[in-house]
């Protein structure tokens, strides 16, 4: 589904985000993408997205080469991937519904289809009834879930996740991590980009480790010394 070989990415300044990096996500897998700030997580989200292109190197992302792709198709592509934002971006003068339909009105669905598959995407991530309320009346890990239902709506073969639950607290990220779990259940691949070690222990989930831009580790977390903080970091 997602499969990266010798992928670099080097920016105009110099700076490589990516050196050499080379793995194959499977259709229907999930795993996560560890690492520090600045270890390469968030580039290689807009490499599969196509935002960025590689410097060098091949990426496959449900069988299109991303390098030969024309840019009439890059929409296309980017329907079957559902992204989620840490900070959600979500319109907060439009009500949930509004935020939620948003994909689907940009590509012209008829409205009776949006609202069914709005009531649907809500109702997946707990927030069945909600659909009037404006995103600032809900709590943190509400608007997150709203965030999810709007990555979804379009139905996408793949979820990409970066920081899900970066402010949320343990219980919360459970909640969300275990929602991933469930569209991962039917099928969908996911790959969710975290510092949170506990979910990644939680779960036992392959798990993809950058450091300064290269791969590092391929496989289960290996354990870590619990009350370690700065083994912890290290780890990731």
Not at 52 to 57: N, V
Not at 64 to 74: A, F, G, H, I
Not at 205 to 210: A, E, V
Request: charged content about 25%.
């Amino acid at each position: 589904m997602i499969k990266l070989s010798h992928v670099n990415k080097r920016y105009p300044n110099g700076h490589e985000a990516l050196k050499d990096v080379s793995f194959d996500l499977a259709s229907g897998e999930m795993a996560f993408l560890a690492g520090h700030s600045g270890a390469g997580k968030s580039t290689l989200f807009k490499l599969i997205t196509r935002i960025e292109k590689p410097t060098s190197g091949q990426i496959i992302v449900d069988s299109q080469n991303l390098s030969r792709l024309k840019p009439s198709k890059v929409p296309a592509l980017r329907r079957e991937i559902g992204v989620i934002f840490q900070d959600h971006k979500l319109l907060f003068d439009r009500s949930v519904f509004d935020n939620v339909a948003l994909p689907l009105i940009v590509i012209g669905m008829p409205h009776d289809e949006i609202k069914k598959r709005v009531r649907a995407a809500l109702g997946k991530v707990g927030l069945a009834g909600k659909e009037k309320q404006l995103p600032i009346t809900l709590s943190g890990g509400e608007q997150q879930r709203v965030g999810i239902a709007r990555a979804v709506i379009n139905r996408p073969n793949i979820l990409l996740a970066d920081e899900p639950t970066g402010n949320l607290d343990e219980s919360l990220s459970n909640e969300i991590i275990d929602i991933f779990s469930d569209f991962n259940r039917v099928g969908v691949t996911v790959l969710i980009a975290t510092h949170d070690l506990r979910q990644v222990e939680r779960l036992g989930k392959r798990t993809l480790q950058l450091h300064d831009g290269e791969l590092v580790h391929d496989g289960e977390l290996v354990d870590t010394p619990k009350n370690d903080s700065s083994n912890e970091e290290a780890s990731l």
